[in-house]
Structures are given as structure tokens and as C-alpha cells.
């Protein structure tokens, strides 16, 4: 991060006051929050107020993003960056807020060549290098395994730096050649699993896309954890490792990362 970056940060956190009361309401609104440590949930409000001074949020069709709605919206967006930096959102501004389902047309070419345009309905969307949209109704249904704000901003981590595949980049203190086996070898069973037509526990959706097996395992990996480490400890290790966070404290100390 350039000095004057930094020295800009500095300055923004030093003169936002943000109300303790808001703060307090909103973090015991979001349950996934409670394994942090005291450090860590200072670090996530002060990531989540550079965050809305930096990023541009509108609510559209009526919508008034009320202060806890965008602060509940940005700590949300920081979670998955709460040990990564900023920096991983870089090349875009945009958070549009629709109250809730929007619908966006779409066109597909069939095996014919035909293009059939649809409508279709949509909680949230990531654009590269572009806004991310996101229905309010949505967003404010997270539970164990589903949350939409943390699904689109790990799209934003991929098409930063990503692979062709849709999976996003090992970073430095990563092992690349584990992580992208490791990404490969589980969608490649999460999809068997699928096709078998058995009930999978993590949504079903994580099969239709490489990009969409991150984004929802990284759901799971914030809001359902135990569920991921016990069912895709291989996974769940090398996403600990990407995200630098252990959410259901399995890892430390231990080398109960592989099965
Ligand atoms: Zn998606």
C-alpha cells in the first residue's frame, strides 16, 4: 500500500465517528461474527468504515440504505478480507442495493445456435471490474451455509486474480500447485454428488461453476463452518489458508488439515 494510502486511511479512521450503539446492534445481527477475537472485530469495523468511505453504495427502486444497512452491508464485504486488505477490492467502486429480487434479461445460444433471451431473477451479481448488485431482502437472510453478500464478494476475489477456470489465484504464502488440486478435485466430487441426485448439505448451486463452487464454499467456509471442515477438511484447510482466517477452529496447532 502506497504512503499516502496510508496515510489517507490513517486520517479517515482518526475523524469517522461511528456510533458504539450501531455498531454493537449490527455485529450481533450477523451471529457468524461471534468466533472473533476482540482484535479481530476492531479490525473488522475499521475495514468496514474504509470501506464505506472508499466504495460508493446506492440503494435504487426506493430503497434508503439506512446507516445500518450499509454498515451491515460492509462488514459483511470485509469478512472475507478481514485478514487479506482492502487491496483485494481494488478496481471498482459500485455497491447498488435493490430491496430485493431484481431481475436482469439474459441471453444464451442453445447447441442449435438459437439465442433464447429470458428474464431472470437474481439475489446478487458481480461485475469484473464493475459494481456489485444486491437484494437487501437477500442479503438480510443469512443463516448457516447462505449469505449473499459474502458470496458476491468472493466473486470479486476470483475476477481480481483468477485463473481461467473461475477459481481465484494461490497467494504468496500459499502452496499454488495444493490449492488449485485441492479446488479441482472437490468440485469435481461436490458435481458427482450432485449428479447422484442425493440431498447435499451445501447448496447445489456450487456445482454449476467453478466460480460458483468458491463463491458459495466460501459462504459456508464464514457462515457454516464446522459443517465444511468435517465434510471437506482438505478444502476447508487450503481456504483457511487463502483467507488467513480459521473460523471453526480446527487448524491450530494441529495438522488436522487433510482427512
Ligand atoms: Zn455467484
Known amino acids: 500500500m502506497g504512503f499516502l494510502r496510508s ?12 456510533d ?6 449490527v455485529a450481533d445481527s450477523l451471529p457468524f461474527l461471534r468466533g472473533l477475537t476482540d482484535a479481530e472485530m ?30 451491515s452491508i460492509a462488514v459483511q464485504a470485509c469478512l472475507p478480507v478481514l485478514n487479506l486488505g482492502l487491496e483485494w477490492y481494488e478496481g471498482w467502486v459500485g455497491v447498488i442495493v435493490y430491496p430485493g429480487e431484481f431481475r436482469v434479461r439474459k441471453e444464451e445460444m442453445d447447441e442449435l445456435g438459437v439465442v433464447h433471451t429470458f428474464d431472470e431473477g437474481l ?11 444486491l437484494s437487501w431482502q437477500d442479503a438480510g437472510m443469512t443463516g448457516a451455509g447462505y449469505n449473499v453478500v459474502i458470496h458476491e464478494f468472493a466473486h470479486k476475489l476470483h475476477m481480481l486474480r483468477g485463473d481461467d477456470e473461475g477459481f481465484p489465484l494461490a497467494h504468496g504464502d500459499m502452496d499454488p500447485a ?5 479446488l479441482k478435485r472437490a468440485y469435481a466430487r461436490f458435481c458427482a454428488e450432485v449428479d447422484s ?9 456450487a456445482g454449476e461453476h467453478p466460480a460458483e463452487f468458491f463463491a458459495v464454499m466460501s459462504e459456508t467456509f464464514f457462515t457454516d463452518s464446522a459443517v465444511l471442515a468435517r465434510d471437506y477438511p482438505e478444502l476447508y484447510a487450503q481456504l483457511a489458508q487463502f483467507y488467513r482466517q480459521d473460523p471453526a477452529g480446527v487448524l491450530p496447532g494441529t495438522a488436522s488439515g487433510g482427512k
Open 7 to 18: 496515510w489517507h486511511r490513517r486520517r479517515m479512521l482518526a475523524r469517522t465517528r461511528l
Open 20 to 25: 458504539p450503539a450501531l455498531w454493537q446492534r
Open 42 to 71: 476492531g479490525r473488522l469495523r475499521e475495514l468496514a468504515i474504509l470501506f464505506l468511505a472508499e466504495k460508493e453504495m446506492h440503494g435504487t427502486h426506493g430503497l434508503e440504505l439506512t446507516d445500518a444497512v450499509r454498515l
Open 123 to 133: 439475489s446478487g451479481e458481480a461485475w469484473p471490474g464493475g459494481p456489485v448488485v
Open 178 to 182: 495444493a490449492w488449485r488440486d485441492v
Open 197 to 205: 441426485g442425493a440431498p447435499t448439505v451445501i447448496d447445489e448451486y
